[in-house]
């Protein structure tokens, strides 16, 4: 993973906050890993490089929602065909990001932030657009819980640079209360038509 330089993005309260809940929910996460290991096979969580702080790549962690299955051609199939049944209520429950506890213990994560992005994206973003790596990225954030999946890009980025104009401790408190019922009401977990969130650099 990355070196210490990303983990002073984050206070140590959260970093604290973070233990107590993975130690609190460690039964549930005991238990999601070993559904995940019988109905989609080993490993149970997924690792992907993501841009955070200032850009700095880290290893985000994840739950694995999605096969590795390839077409005949030797390619990944669709993230539709890949995405298992666990995987979506996984990911409608949101449950999928628990592990992020662990990239917030780190350092590499906050609670509340702009999502953290593929690191191939940052040379797409516009000067504003860029704006948004100026704060750590969040478990959840402005984007999630306003609208969420269900946004386009422009929207999302321009949501994530406002947090980062407007970002105050109870602009996260904010955020994080209208968290639960997104999660909990399961509210645009995807746009219409996308199983997953289409990619960055691939826009129509």
């Known amino acids: 993973m990355t070196g210490h330089s990303a983990r002073s993005s984050v206070g140590l309260v959260q970093r604290?906050?973070?233990?107590?809940?993975?130690?609190?929910?460690?039964?549930?996460?005991?238990?999601?890993?070993?559904i995940l290991t019988v109905v989609n096979g080993w490993p149970p969580l997924f690792v992907q490089?993501?841009?955070?702080?200032?850009?700095?790549?880290?290893?985000?962690?994840?739950f694995r929602t999605m096969t590795g299955d390839v077409g005949p051609d030797g390619e990944l199939l669709p993230d539709a065909e890949r995405l298992t049944w666990l995987g979506r209520l996984l990911r409608s429950t949101s449950l999928d990001e628990l592990p992020e506890l662990w990239n917030v213990l780190r350092g590499e994560m906050a609670f509340v932030g702009p999502r953290p992005l593929f690191c191939e994206y940052t040379r797409h973003?516009?000067?504003?657009?860029?704006?948004?790596?100026?704060?750590?990225?969040?478990i959840t954030g402005w984007a999630q819980v306003n609208g969420r999946n269900a946004l386009d890009w422009d929207a999302r980025l321009e949501l994530d640079v406002w947090y980062v104009e407007h970002r105050t401790p109870w602009i996260d408190a904010v955020v994080l209360y209208r968290t639960i019922p997104v999660v909990f009401g399961r509210r645009n977990v995807s746009r219409e038509g996308h199983a997953t969130m289409e990619r960055f650099d691939e826009q129509e």
């Open 125 to 138: 973003f516009t000067p504003r657009q860029a704006r948004r790596l100026e704060v750590p990225p969040g």
């Open 16 to 34: 604290v906050a973070a233990l107590c809940l993975i130690v609190l929910l460690s039964p549930l996460l005991v238990l999601i890993t070993g």
């Open 49 to 62: 490089t993501r841009a955070g702080h200032l850009g700095r790549p880290f290893d985000l962690v994840k």
